[in-house]
Structures are given as C-alpha cells and as structure tokens.
C-alpha cells in the first residue's frame, strides 16, 4: 500500500510545558487526528502519512495522557485497542504477479469453461483433458520465496504484484518447511497456497480474545489475517495457522510438467496439499465433484467457498495463458451461500465482560446447513441501521427492523449472520430499533459508543459501569472462579448467578465470607445443595486462599490483561505489593513508574492503558483491598538469573520424549531462558528430539548449539 506523506500537524509546544487548556485542545484533536489515519489506513487501505509520523502523533498522544491522566477517557482507551495488527510490513515485488480466478457459479458455467479450452487448443470433442479438481480453500493467499532450497522470503497477495513482507511470522507455521527437502532442488522456488485457520482453532481463539477482552474475529479468514499480521511473530506462533500449497510462481527448473505432478512434488518437499484433491476427467466429473465437496463441506474443519478446476497439463496452461488478470485455464466453481429465511422476533442486548453491548437477534427457528440457528448477531449499532458496522455484509441500503422477514447466513460456516432484509414482506408494524441509551442491567449506567480503532467491528456501545453493572460483575465473578483463575470446585455459572441473585456473592470477596456468613443464608436449605455439598464448597473455597501472583492478576478481570498477560506481569513486578504498588503509580500518571511497566517482556501500551484504568476506578480499588484481606497472594517465581540458562534464547524441536513440550517451556523460562518457535542467528540452543526437521538444519546453518534432550537435562542440571 503506497503511501502519501503529507504534512503531519503536531504542535511543537514540549509537552511538560502545556497547560492543562493546551493539552486538552490538542488530545481532542491528535485523537481525531489519530482515528482518521486509522479510517483511512485499516478501512480505506488508503493511508495519508508514513508510518514514522504516525507512530510521532501516537506518541505524543500518550505523552499527553502520561502528564494528564485525566485526560484518558473510554474513547481514548479504545484508540489504543485493537489497532494490533502491525502498521507497517516492508514490500515485496512478486516475481511473477499473484492473480486470481475467474468465477463460476452455474453448471453451465463449467460446461462454458470446458468448451473454451477446447476451441482455445482445438481439441476434438473425444479428446480428453485432464483436471485437476480442488477446494478452494478460504484463506490468504501466500507466496513462499525459497533461495538453494532455504525460505528466504513469505509475501501475502497484497494487489497481485506486490504483497506484504510476513517472512518472520511465516516461519512459526508448522506446515511452512524453512528448507525443501530432496535432492535437486531448483535454485528459486516459488511455492503459492493458502494460510488459513480451522474452525475449531478459530473458535477457541475467539474464546480466548473473549476473555482478554480483546478483538472478536468475525470467520476463520479473518482470524487468519490478524494472526499473520502480527509485529510480534511470537503471537502469530502461538496462533494455530495451517498452510496448504497448491500453486507456484517463479521456479528455475520446474520438477513436472502437470498440476498433479508439481502438487506431488510439493509433497516431497514436505508442504502439506490438500487430501480432496481428484483427477477429473469430463464435464461430469467436475459437476459430481463439486457437488460431493459441497456435501462434505460443513463437515470439513475449515473453510472453503468453492472448489477450483485447474487444466492439468502445463504446456496447455501455456498455450491458454491468461486473459486480463483471470487465467484462461482455471476456474472458481463457487458453492453458494448457505442462506434461509426467516422472521426476526427481537433484539436483545448482551453484556460482556468487558461492558462492551451487543445486539442478538432472536429468530423463529431456521435451518441453514444442517444447524438450527435460533440466534443471530446483529454486531453493533449502525449494523442495525444499515449505515456499515464494520465491512459485515448486510446488503447496502438495508435496516433492520423487529418483525422483518430476514435472509440470514453462516458466515464463514460458523457465525450466522443477517445478509439482506426482504422488503416487500416488511409487515407495518415492523419495530425500528433503538439502541439503549442505558444498559440493560438495573443500575440503567449510562452506555458510550466507542469507534474501534480498526473499525473492524464497526461503532460499539459500552456500559460505563464496569464492575458496578451487575452484568459485569456477573461475567467478572465467573471469569475470578474459572479455571485459569481462582479455579473453584463447586462454584459455576449457576451458582454464580444464584449467589448473586439471592444477593450473597457480589463480588469476589464476598465468596471468601459465604461460610462465616452461611448460619444466616442457610446454603444446606437450597434445593440442590446437602451438608456434604455446603461442606465440600466451603472447603475448596478454603483451600484457594492462597494464590499465584499471575492468576491474582488475571482473576482481577482488567481489561486486555489475559492468562499470558498476567503472567508477564506477575513475572515483571515479582510481588503483588510491587505489582499494586507499580499498578498505582501508572492510574496516577508517574511516568518511572509507566516506564518501568513498558519495558517488561510482552507488556505495551494497550495493558498499560487498561490497568490504568482499572486502578484509577475507585470501585476496583475497594474491590481489590476487600479481596486481598480475605487471600494471601504468594509470590511470582522469579526467573533465575544465576542459572547456565540465564538469559539464552532456547528452541525445542522434533517429539520429546523425556518431557512435554509444556514442561520443557515451563523449566527453561523459570531457569531465566527463552524459548523461542524458530531458530535464527540469535538462538544458543536447539533442544532437539527424535524426527527433528527443519530447524535442526537451521540451527546448523546458523552454527547454533545442538542438544539431546539429556544434554539439555545435564545443561540444567
Ligand atoms: S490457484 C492464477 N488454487 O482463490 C490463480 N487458488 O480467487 C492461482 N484459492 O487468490 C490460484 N484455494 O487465494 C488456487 N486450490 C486453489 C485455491 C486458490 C484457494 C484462492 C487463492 C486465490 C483465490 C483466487
């Protein structure tokens, strides 16, 4: 995406010399400033400035907030949310440009397809052509640059003739080898196919971002995306991304001379294709493909939104060549959409965790690709009132009303979602829908729009109430008794709710009182509940009186801060009286003390900003120094730093056998070491067990340390 530098307006007053007035005016407009870039970079893909001046407006934005806390306001907050796809990505010209299929969607579209190639090679009507027939994964497409062998460069798409520099997060893909294998290699090889996330992995991610409080993604394609564009390419390791390859650009000595042979060869070379892939031999055969696919396809784990026909002889590839930017000898065969129709009964409002409201249509029960679908989202506001809301696709032009009859689709196969609003059957007293002014919780707390940065999902409206909202406290007191955080056997979502209905549990202090408080509230009377019961409850609730400092943290519920965040920084501050301490000091604005915060591992300006903000909630304050009097919050582990390990950058590779890949991790960082997924002219030990590939051949090109796993264990000691 070229960029025009156009002359960006800082005012040049230091920011330790504005007044309160200037600093005001000025945040007001850097934050407009800074939302109107973000519009026009991640919506528009037409960005005004260079990323340099951007990354001056962003910091002097922040150096504004530092000095006057109190500045910080929702809006500003939601700046800083969500833009976490990196900014800037060197370009890489493609060698040979990445174009893109030509569509069909009718059988006689395909007969058309066929009978073109035929009068293109004036073949006779008996002479057979060979078809390669495949998924048509969806996904991002991905160009794979391998120099004697070694991946030297991984480029998206982009506009077909210059895409993205991913190289770094590329690596982490399992399914990517970092070197061909085989004799024979070419000496360029460019290997094309397609970076995509199952449904089931997309599924858990977004469960995962639920409970940070970060961006829910709307399908598997778009998962994938935010997953690759990542600066740090640790986060798009630890994001489950499969490859398949199907196609290639530039090769200096082409291994085959069919389709079928090079995607043979690809094997060899260690890329993982696609298993439905089938010869296919005539009009038919395609048709009864295509059709068998579309059977299986709700079924697969994940998407596809086609199958493409591909004529399998190279030299008849030459001969047809292309026309414009499609090629004359493949196709897109486009299955279509998986739609019904129904009626839209209501909206409700959903409360998040993180406050923020979304609106759920309720529908009269309705098929669509072999699920019922009772519930479909509505996404925000202006989704509602057909004024965008994010790139969904509702048809243009439409609003939704309660009462409407509604065309509704599982996007991506998985979120269903309402496509258009049939108009003539709008009944007269059709409902145009307001949103609430107020959340729907009995305080009524009053609810802000806030316009995402990245605008991906469109405006969203969030209650202000925080964990004064019970909604809120609900989610919060679920999220504080869950596994990964205060892990209470006996405590759920139902008792939660009852507790907090009945009024006993309000927040999270209160379930360490239940028992000193249960001669009055009388738990054994609860259908459901007996002595044996009341006791083993209180007992697990004893029994969690201590606690980690990173599952403190992530119980607390802050907003952005996460199991890994948490974790970081606990590991960070060592001590909960450091962590409170620090934590403090940053809701206050001290900036040694916001530093300090910056240059822990794995902590920018996102958490900083939340846990500001939660430390400057007077509420939260009071909800944390109730709980600290009821728990004792034992200390983080200190990384070592007198170990062997101190400070190394360790990768582990091939299937251990001495200790799970977890275990292995878990030792190496409390011993001060970091592990990293991909080897690199940094690493200083590859750990390697039995069937080690490719990164043991990185690690000898790199001249990297090589260690059995009872060389490591010797190492550690
Ligand atoms: S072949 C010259 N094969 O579909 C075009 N593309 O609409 C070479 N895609 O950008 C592409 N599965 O992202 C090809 N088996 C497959 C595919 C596939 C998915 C995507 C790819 C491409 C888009 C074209």
Redesign the pocket.
């Known amino acids: 995406m070229a960029k025009k530098s156009t002359k960006v307006r800082t005012d040049k007053t230091p920011v330790e010399l504005l007044t309160r007035k200037q600093a005001d005016a000025e945040h007001a407009r850097l934050g407009q400033e800074i939302a109107g870039h973000d519009k026009r970079y991640y919506q528009l893909d037409a960005p005004t400035v260079t990323d340099a001046e951007y990354d001056e407006l962003r910091k002097r934005y922040n150096a504004i907030e530092a000095r006057f806390p109190e500045l910080r306001t929702l809006e500003s907050l939601s700046l800083k949310v969500g833009a976490a796809p990196a900014r800037s990505f060197a370009k890489v010209r493609h060698a040979v440009p990445?174009?893109?299929?030509d569509?069909a969607f009718a059988e006689e579209d395909v007969v058309d397809f066929v009978g073109r190639i035929r009068r293109f090679l004036r073949l006779g009507e008996d002479e057979p052509i060979t078809f390669s027939a495949?998924?048509?994964?969806?996904?991002?497409?991905m160009s794979l640059r391998y120099v004697d062998g070694e991946l030297v460069t991984a480029a998206t798409?982009g506009d077909g003739q210059e895409g993205e520099d991913v190289t770094a997060n590329i690596r982490t893909l399992k399914d990517v080898p970092q070197k061909l294998k085989g004799r024979n290699i070419p000496k360029i090889t460019e290997v094309?196919?397609?970076v995509y996330m199952t449904k089931a992995d997309f599924l858990k991610l977004n469960e995962r971002q639920k409970e940070a409080g970060a961006q829910i993604f709307a399908n598997p394609r778009n998962s994938a995306a935010g997953s690759l564009r990542q600066k740090d390419p640790t986060v798009t390791a630890s994001r489950p991304l499969g490859f398949?390859a199907?196609?290639w650009g530039e090769i200096t000595e082409r291994p085959a001379d069919t389709q079928s042979g090079m995607i043979k060869w690809f094997e060899h070379c260690g890329f993982t294709t696609?298993p439905l892939?089938k010869m296919c031999r005539s009009v038919d055969e395609l048709i009864a493909f295509h059709r068998k696919i579309g059977e299986q396809r709700a079924k697969l784990d994940y998407d596809?939104?086609g199958?493409?026909y591909?004529v399998d002889r190279i030299d008849w590839q030459e001969r047809l060549g292309?026309v414009s930017r499609?090629?004359r000898w493949?196709i897109?065969h486009k299955f279509p959409a998986e739609q019904a129709t129904t009626t839209l009964k209501d909206i409700e409002i959903q409360v998040g965790r993180t406050g923020s409201l979304t609106p759920v249509g309720k529908l009269e029960p309705v098929g669509v690709g072999g699920v019922i679908v009772q519930n479909v989202t509505l996404h925000n506001e202006d989704y509602i009132k057909g004024i965008g809301g994010g790139g969904e696709p509702l048809r243009e032009g439409r609003d939704i009303r309660i009462g409407d009859t509604v065309i509704i689709q599982r996007a991506g196969d998985v979120i269903p979602q309402v496509v258009d609003v049939v108009l003539d059957k709008r009944p007269k007293s059709a409902k145009e829908y307001h949103f609430p002014k107020k959340c729907p919780c009995p305080l009524k707390t009053d609810v802000v729009r806030e316009e995402t940065a990245t605008g991906e999902e469109g405006a969203r409206n969030r209650c202000t109430g925080e964990f004064a909202c019970p909604f809120q406290k609900i989610q919060h007191l679920m999220l504080f008794v869950s596994r990964r955080a205060f892990d209470i056997d006996g405590l759920g979502e139902k008792q939660i709710e009852l507790f907090y209905d009945k009024g006993w549990v309000k927040e999270p202090a209160d379930i360490f009182t239940l028992a000193s408080r249960n001669s009055k509230i009388r738990l054994e009377d609860i259908e459901g509940y007996g002595e044996t019961s009341v006791r083993n409850l209180f007992n697990a609730i004893d029994s969690r009186r201590e606690i980690g400092l990173d599952r403190f943290i992530y119980a607390l519920g802050i907003r952005q801060v996460g199991e890994t965040t948490a974790l970081a920084l606990a590991r960070g501050y060592g001590s909960w009286k450091a962590f409170h301490d620090a934590a403090l000091k940053v809701a206050k604005g001290d900036e040694e003390a916001v530093a300090e915060m910056d240059a822990l591992d794995q902590i920018g300006d996102t958490v900083i900003q939340a846990v500001a903000a939660y430390f400057s909630e007077k509420h939260n304050l009071g909800i944390v120094e109730r709980l600290t009097k009821e728990v004792t919050v034992l200390d983080a582990e200190k990384p070592k730093t007198d170990s062997k390990v101190a400070g190394k950058t360790v990768v582990f590779t091939g299937s251990l056998e001495k200790f799970t890949r977890d275990e292995a991790k878990a030792t190496a960082e409390r011993l001060g070491a970091k592990v990293s997924g991909s080897v690199s002219k940094k690493t200083d030990y590859v750990v390697a067990g039995p069937g080690a590939g490719s990164k043991l051949a990185e690690a000898k090109k790199h001249n990297v340390t090589v260690l059995t796993e009872d060389e490591w264990l010797k190492l550690i000691g």
């Open positions: 990445m174009l893109s299929l569509n495949e998924p048509k994964i969806d996904g991002l497409s798409r094309r196919g397609e398949f199907y196609a696609n892939t596809i939104d199958v493409v591909k292309f499609t090629p493949a897109a």
